[in-house]
């Protein structure tokens, strides 16, 4: 999984994709970071990332990207069952302009900017699941779109990252 940063003309901008609608996709229709499996010819995890990213978003991470670093591997779930997976996300920032496009397993893609991610006033919460079962998940609520699950956990820790980063302020 790739989290891909780049500078936009209002700050710091982080690409998402909505995956497309597929009723064999437990993720269907849901806000996401561009990934997905590793394939025979993935030389790592981080091989698959850019791959997934160049597939699904059409932006060539090797020659349009820096590597900055990983986050902790997070595990997935599904219809609110944990699965077998593990996601490894990693993290690029765009060196030069790039477009990124919807590949067929992807809707649609959206720059988001990173100060409106991190505002408190994104913070929400979102109902899922069976009516009379379902559940209050928390989510960001960004330009119309709704982030949570999987990728709320990914985007947590590397908000946690951001605000670790900044400088605290005091004597200059």
Not at 49 to 78: H, N, P
Not at 80 to 107: C, K, N, W
């Amino acid at each position: 999984m790739a989290l891909v940063l780049r500078d936009g003309e209002r700050g710091m901008e982080l690409l998402f994709i909505r995956r497309a609608e597929d009723p064999r996709d437990p993720w269907s229709g849901q806000i996401a970071f561009p990934g997905g499996r590793a394939e025979p010819g993935d030389d790592h995890l981080q091989a698959t990332a850019v791959r997934e990213t160049l597939e699904e978003t059409r932006l060539d991470l090797v020659s349009a990207g820096e590597y900055l670093g990983a986050l902790d591997e997070v595990q997935a779930m599904a219809r609110m069952q944990r699965m077998d997976l593990a996601i490894a996300p990693f993290v690029y920032r765009l060196t030069r302009s790039a477009d990124a496009s919807a590949g067929h397993e992807v809707g649609s893609v959206h720059w988001l900017r990173v100060e409106d991610l991190l505002d408190d006033r994104a913070r929400s919460t979102m109902e899922y699941g069976p009516e009379g079962a379902a559940h209050l998940f928390p989510c960001l609520r960004v330009d119309g779109l709704v982030i949570w699950g999987l990728t709320f956990r990914i985007f947590g820790d590397f908000a946690e990252r951001l605000r670790a980063a900044r400088p605290t302020g005091g004597d200059e």
